[in-house]
């Protein structure tokens, strides 16, 4: 247990950190409001917290900088959320001032909000393909050997493909394929489509059309696509303008995963509702190693749609940070159910 001297210094130095990005000194400290301390007793008590883990000396340095320990006790126990300006509240809210199509569009404006509002680089992952069914597909030919896909979800996104066929297209077995398909796989999970399409569809359309093997072939291709999340982002180059990432190999690191939407969603999807807080090496992943994450989950009826995140450095602001996100999460909620209940009418 930290004895009240210490939690006030402990955070009086990450408070100092996050805003100037300088190892904080004895000196600076004591001129602080709330500190009455003399700086040889700050001193004492910085070699105390620094031989228990929650600050760290940097080379060359007299002052000190909080520990990835140092982090975690100051986000679990000394901070609270801060309150929103208005001008924050509003840029949130102007996400709701606008009539969207898809969810899709709702997804893109926030992740743009986010990293506007925090300046660090968002990543929103997009309605969770378990979530996502199946609402309706058409095959439109445009040519005899030629046809677009168009698939609707029930989340509102429509997504088409044009797709090729080895020999001559038939109308009116493309008819047949077109009701069989909506009669058979409305309502299904996006993700089971493929599995559905071989064990039942594919039996059913052999009775109906020549050539069902390519038909079946060129559907499982076109489903495959929709078996992984979506992932948006906003302020990819943000990371820039955090001094503790001049280093152009660290940087590239990073801004190399974000071509990987897989991985990507595979490290930002939290398996949590709710808000969570993932700093330096408890992420797993070595260049997100001196990064803290932040999720937050974002729901539709009550059911999880998909996750929220900050990237950033450790030395972030963390009271601000999670209002924002705390704020944005729920106010997604809110207006993806007012959405569905719109198209619902």
Not at 193 to 214: A, P, R
């Amino acid at each position: 247990m930290l004895t009240d001297r210490q939690l006030l210094i402990l955070k009086a130095i990450v408070d100092n950190y996050v805003t100037n990005a300088e190892p904080v000194g004895s000196r600076s400290i004591s001129k602080r409001d709330d500190v009455t301390f003399s700086p040889a007793t700050i001193r004492n008590e910085m070699s105390d917290l620094e031989e228990l883990g929650f600050l760290e000396k940097p080379h060359s340095s007299a002052g000190r900088i909080p520990s990835q320990k140092g982090y975690r006790y100051y986000v679990d126990h000394l901070i609270s959320p801060s309150k929103l300006t208005k001008n924050e509240v509003s840029d949130i809210q102007s996400i709701l001032a606008n009539r969207f199509d898809e969810i899709e569009q709702v997804i893109q404006e926030s992740a743009k909000v986010l990293s506007s509002l925090t300046s660090y680089t968002s990543i929103v992952i997009g309605p969770e393909v378990f979530e996502s069914r199946l609402r309706q597909l058409q095959l439109i030919p445009i040519s005899e050997t030629q046809a677009v896909v168009i698939i609707v979800t029930d989340t509102g996104h429509v997504e088409n493909q044009t797709v090729h066929f080895p020999g001559k297209l038939d109308g009116s077995e493309l008819e047949k394929v077109v009701n069989i398909l909506n009669e058979k796989l409305r309502g299904i999970p996006m993700v089971q489509l493929q599995e559905k399409l071989s064990l039942e569809i594919s039996n059913v359309l052999k009775k109906y059309i020549t050539q069902y093997e390519s038909m079946i072939d060129m559907l499982q291709d076109v489903f495959q696509r929709h078996q992984h999340e979506k992932v948006f982002y906003g302020g990819k180059t943000n990371i820039l303008s955090q001094p503790e990432f001049h280093d152009v190999e660290r940087v590239r690191n990073i801004l190399d995963i974000f071509e990987e939407d897989k991985l990507v969603s595979k490290l930002f999807r939290s398996a949590e509702n709710g808000l969570t807080i993932k700093i330096g090496e408890e992420n797993h992943f070595e260049p997100f190693s001196d990064c803290t994450i932040i999720t937050a989950t974002y729901s539709l009826d009550g059911k999880h749609m998909g996750t929220v995140g900050i990237l950033g450095p450790t030395r972030m602001e963390y009271p601000r940070v999670i209002s924002i996100m705390d704020y944005l999460s729920k106010d997604m909620t809110k207006l993806l159910t007012a959405w569905n209940h719109r198209k619902s009418e």
